[in-house]
T-cell receptor
């Protein structure tokens, strides 16, 4: 069964600090992995997409990594801001699947001043 | 502005009273989907539609119905809501095509409470 596990479940950091969120998956055959940011009460918004051949991709202060061999991804946030407080969801897509997506349960990040 | 809209945003109802949550997108997307989000469980797919008149079950379809008569609209119907359908619901849409390139755009969510 395809699964996506994220850790930690929740994280509290001080503004300006860095943090790293983890995502492990067992989706097969792997197509791509996306990180979404979901602000409280709003729909998820895509931050970055990683395909099989990509190891690292950045989007401003967000850097995602992918190790397709170990089936792990991480999302690193640099110099955190209060607006980074949100849930970060890892979503993995399987090749050939019309239902497409397996969602992780998310990491709730709180950035304190 | 390109967007996915849902109505209503908040709804409190009673067990057994039929309701419909509307979803509309203005991006000419072929693919539309409904998800529910519950604490600790993440997003789970209810139904999806690859195109007009083409719908299929997701992971948790029991108690829900959908229709896709027009490309832009994908309503979610609860014929006889029950308290276990209390949840936060999201509609999403994307272009059809290779899964590797498809980004889903999500609506703002509908918070449903069934008493």
């Amino acid at each position: 069964k395809n699964q996506v596990e994220q850790s930690p479940q929740s994280l509290i950091i001080l503004e300006g600090k860095n943090c790293t969120l983890q995502c492990n998956y067992t989706v097969s055959p792997f197509s791509n992995l996306r990180w979404y940011k979901q602000d409280t009460g709003r729909g998820p918004v895509s931050l970055t997409i990683m395909t099989f051949s990509e190891n690292t991709k950045s989007n401003g202060r967000y850097t995602a990594t992918l190790d397709a061999d170990t089936k792990q991804s991480s999302l690193h946030i640099t110099a955190s801001q209060l607006s980074d407080s949100a849930s970060y969801i890892c979503v993995v897509s399987a090749i050939g699947s019309a239902r497409q997506l397996t969602f992780g349960s998310g990491t709730q990040l709180t950035v304190l001043p | 502005e390109a967007q996915v809209t849902q109505n209503p945003r908040y709804l409190i109802t009673v067990t057994g009273k039929k309701l419909t949550v509307t979803c509309s997108q203005n991006m000419n997307h072929e693919y539309m989907s409904w998800y529910r989000q519950d604490p600790g469980l993440g997003l789970r797919q209810i139904y999806y539609s690859m195109n007009v008149e083409v719908t299929d079950k997701g992971d948790v379809p029991e108690g829900y119905k959908v229709s896709r008569k027009e490309k832009r609209n994908f309503p979610l119907i609860l014929e006889s809501p029950s308290p276990n359908q209390t949840s936060l619901y999201f509609c999403a849409s994307s272009f059809a095509g290779p899964a590797s390139l498809r980004e889903q755009f999500f609506g703002p969510g509908t918070r449903l409470t069934v008493l």
